[in-house]
């Protein structure tokens, strides 16, 4: 099992920057996604706004949410400045 995310902001169109229980910070690019159904209304951007952490993953509403494991796996470690 991968880490589960603890922390999420809404960093810019599409991106989020999500902090791990194993303490990496990474960034997730979910723009690939917008073109399944269920994550067409991320497509506004103000909706993208509300993410929040529930559960380990990433949710916007009790319908939207991404796999904790494809959040970790397909997400960008960041480097420290």
Do not use: H
């Amino acid at each position: 099992m991968n880490p589960r995310v603890t922390q999420v902001k809404y960093e810019s169109r599409y991106k989020l920057v999500l902090t791990f229980s194993n303490s990496e910070v990474k960034q997730f690019d979910f723009s690939n996604y917008l073109a399944y159904p269920i994550y067409t209304p991320l497509r506004d951007e103000s909706f993208c706004r509300r993410a929040k952490v529930f559960n380990g993953t990433v949710a916007w509403n009790d319908e939207i949410d991404f796999d904790p494991d494809t959040l970790y796996l397909e997400s960008i470690e960041l480097v420290a400045a």
